[in-house]
T-cell receptor, first 112, second 113 residues
Framework: TQLLEQSPQFLSIQEGENLTVYCNSS?????LQWYRQEPGEGPVLLVT?????EVKKLKRLTFQFGDARKDSSLHITAAQPGDTGLYLC????????????FGKGTLLTVNP | ETGVTQSPTHLIKTRGQQVTLRCSSQ?????VSWYQQALGQGPQFIFQ???????GRGNFPPRFSGLQFPNYSSELNVNALELDDSALYLC????????????FGPGTRLTVT
């Protein structure tokens, strides 16, 4: 059983459309992170959310942490081809040794 | 760009061989974590090194081992390679106490034939 379930697994949209991807769990977390990974590259940290209900914005990306700190969403407004990539959520599941556990990711393709 | 570098970029090995992958951490970071990412999956935690000692290990067999050096760089060694070891190996550096914000290198793509 996956600790973090991400949906959808794949998403292909046209430039200019809006989209939301989800990261869900039955566990409560002290914080949650979102990463984007482009082909042939390592994941790049986008944001860390800490407080239940927290909303963070990064240009056209809006991240929300659920009130119960069990889930999170990432909304992209007016998607662009440069947003194409694998979006991964991750949590610290190792206590003091900071082991990150990732979901399987959502592979987003934005077509021009 | 994160400042974390890995070498080599790509590697092809034969089943049963041994491999060493290298990672240089970002300046100011004292902790290195290694992850394995199979195709279509998220990264899976292998182990972490802090102050030159293993500081946590994921569900990987003992033939996966590592080292951290005084300059905080690190090596991942895999013995007796198996076909299923084919994956992208990622190194991430961080600073203890930084709320687990890890910065990843570009990875080493290992193919075992």
């Amino acid at each position: 059983t996956q600790l973090l379930e991400q949906s959808p697994q794949f998403l292909s949209i046209q430039e200019g459309e809006n989209l939301t991807v989800y990261c869900n769990s039955s566990s409560v977390f002290s914080s949650l992170q979102w990463y984007r990974q482009e082909p042939g590259e390592g994941p790049v940290l986008l944001v860390t959310v800490v407080t239940g209900g927290e909303v963070k914005k990064l240009k056209r990306l809006t991240f929300q942490f659920g009130d119960a700190r069990k889930d999170s969403s990432l909304h992209i407004t007016a998607a662009q081809p440069g947003d194409t990539g694998l979006y991964l959520c991750a949590v610290n599941s190792g206590g003091s040794n900071y082991k990150l556990t990732f979901g399987k990711g959502t592979l987003l393709t934005v077509n021009p | 760009e994160t400042g974390v570098t890995q070498s080599p970029t790509h590697l092809i090995k034969t089943r049963g061989q041994q491999v060493t992958l290298r990672c240089s951490s970002q300046s100011g970071h004292n902790t290195v974590s290694w992850y394995q990412q199979a195709l279509g999956q998220g990264p899976q935690f292998i182990f972490q090194y802090y102050r030159e000692e293993e500081n946590g290990r994921g569900n990987f067999p003992p033939r996966f081992s590592g080292l951290q050096f005084p300059n905080y760089s690190s090596e991942l060694n895999v013995n007796a390679l198996e076909l299923d070891d084919s994956a992208l190996y990622l190194c991430a550096s961080s600073r203890q106490g930084s709320r687990n914000e890890q910065y990843f290198g570009p990875g080493t793509r290992l193919t075992v034939t």
